[in-house]
């Protein structure tokens, strides 16, 4: 019993630390590191992750737990795909804003094109989920895999080592959604899938 409540434990820091929304701040961290965005100021850098920050990760956590405490729902119960809606438009809308702000501060096209990546994730999970629940953790990750894909093509580079540790995490955390019942395993390959082919698209052509 211990070792189960263990496991089920271990699920939920996985599932809370790989949050679907920190796919855009992942991309940055990549696209700052391994391209030649690196050259540019870190104060510049830093700028510009805040506010990705704010607008990805800080905002929208913050509005949407403000949003189940209000409806009196636990996360388990948030999760109930016809509950989904609400959270996913908050989301969209604060990737929306953050969309606009960096374009109307005339950043590089790569960095926005990763939020509009994100956003284009998010909006495609969503109008899923009118039909089907499908994993947006997993689809995170695998906008980050597809990200890399994507990247590694445009700046040839050799992402094999980053694929790695991508491809680990999608793993324990598509194992993490399934322990925990939130998730079948049709919907976490879906969930990849859909955030795969997104970010090879969103990059390549967005």
Do not use: D
């Not at 965005?37 to 104060?43: D, E, K, N, Q, R």
């Not at 590694?152 to 995490?169: D, K, Q, R, S």
Request: charged content about 10%.
């Amino acid at each position: 019993m211990t070792r189960e409540k263990n496991i089920i434990y271990l699920a939920r820091f996985v599932s809370m630390l790989f949050t679907p929304f920190y796919l855009p701040l992942c991309g940055l961290i990549i696209l700052f590191t391994l391209s030649y965005l690196a050259l540019l100021p870190v104060g510049y850098r830093l700028q510009v992750m805040a506010v990705v920050y704010f607008f990805t990760i800080l905002l929208p956590t913050y509005l949407i737990h403000f949003y189940r405490r209000h409806q009196g729902w636990t996360l388990i119960e948030l999760g109930h795909r016809e509950r989904r809606m609400i959270p996913y438009l908050i989301s969209i809308l604060c990737y929306l804003g953050c969309v606009w702000l960096l374009k109307s501060w005339h950043v590089f096209h790569f960095v926005s094109s990763i939020i509009m990546t994100a956003l284009l994730v998010q909006m495609v999970c969503a109008l899923i989920n009118v039909w089907w629940k499908i994993s947006t953790h997993t689809a995170a990750i695998g906008g980050v895999v597809g990200a890399l894909f994507a990247f590694a093509e445009i700046f040839a580079f050799n992402p094999v080592w980053w694929l790695c540790l991508a491809l680990l995490v999608a793993g324990m955390l598509g194992s993490a959604r399934m322990i925990l019942r939130q998730h079948s395993l049709s919907q976490v390959v879906g969930g990849f899938g859909v955030g795969l082919l997104c970010a090879v698209f969103g990059i390549l052509f967005l």
